[in-house]
């Protein structure tokens, strides 16, 4: 899309919850309702529809996009694509609580990201018991946050993992004996071996029920990842994914390997928009606490983070 051509015409451009507004040829993040006070356009869903399928830059190396998909059935599509290249961009994981009984606090995925001072954040691995924020609850599954292993390795679920230097990968059961010595932050999956969505660009996942999901992807050089939710529970406006649903839009979108997450009533995707976490897609429900998630920091389109 030329911005540049269109910089007359078009004065506010959305994306899910995310305002863009070009000033002076270049972007900026506003709030949802001054996006959609300055367009002159009262309706969400045509705002929303003005940007689909569209990536808009959100910080750098951070773009986020919006799908609205017809079939098989209404899902509502958010994704958030990180440039693992890009100056400033680290990504982090829930740490744990040391040596308290559980192994994480639960937490909210927006008072995560602003707890971490992070950009954007999605919730991750499955827990052990729904809790009031500031809980200790336990990690269902693989989790390790700056090096440091949250919680073990159970079952045959894929992992997500980041090494130092950045690069993205998803391992998949068995797993090398040294398949996570590299980890700078890792997190397992959710559904087992069936978790796994794409491996070698190929949509691999047959499980057909539909449920609101999360899931995360990499690109086949490792560069960029994809964190993503699938909105559902909301008859008429997003009904939800299967894994295969999930599958074939990742694959699509580039992922060579992808891998699905805690889902249901956690499927949050938060991004940071003028100081405060907002979240980007529609939940099914009221923002849960969960145990653990992935972030992101980055650095601002136009300055540098201090």
Known sequence: MDFAKNREAVKIRCSGWLGVCLVGGAFALVSPSQAYAESGDSSLGSALRAN????????????????????????????????????????????????????????????????????????????????????????????????????????????????????????????????????????????????????????????????????VGVSKDQRFIYLATFDGRQPKYSEGASLRDMAVFLRDLSCWDAMNLDGGGSTTLVVKIEGEATILNRPSGSERAVANHIGVQALPLNSAKE
Do not use: C
Not at 135 to 163: C, K, M, Y
């Open 52 to 215: 689909e399928g569209e990536w808009l830059p959100a910080f750098q190396g951070i773009s986020v996009r919006y799908d609205s998909l017809a079939e098989p059935r209404p899902i509502k599509v958010t994704v958030a694509r990180i440039d693992t290249w890009a100056e400033g961009v680290r990504l982090f994981v829930t740490p744990g609580n040391g040596p308290a009984l559980h192994e994480v606090d639960a937490r909210k995925t927006t008072s995560f990201l602003d707890e971490f001072d992070l950009e954007v954040a999605l919730n991750a691995t499955g827990f052990t018991s729904i809790s009031k924020e500031g809980t200790a609850i336990g990690v269902i599954g693989f989790s390790v946050s700056d090096h440091e292993v949250v919680s073990p390795l159970e079952g045959e679920a894929p992992v997500f993992v980041v090494d130092e230097k950045g690069r993205g990968r998803i391992e998949r059961f068995p797993f090398a004996e040294d398949a996570f010595d590299d980890a700078f932050v890792a997190v397992q999956g959710w559904y087992g071996a069936k978790g796994m969505l794409v491996d070698d660009g190929k949509a691999i996942a047959e499980v057909v029920d539909v449920h609101p999901r999360s899931a």
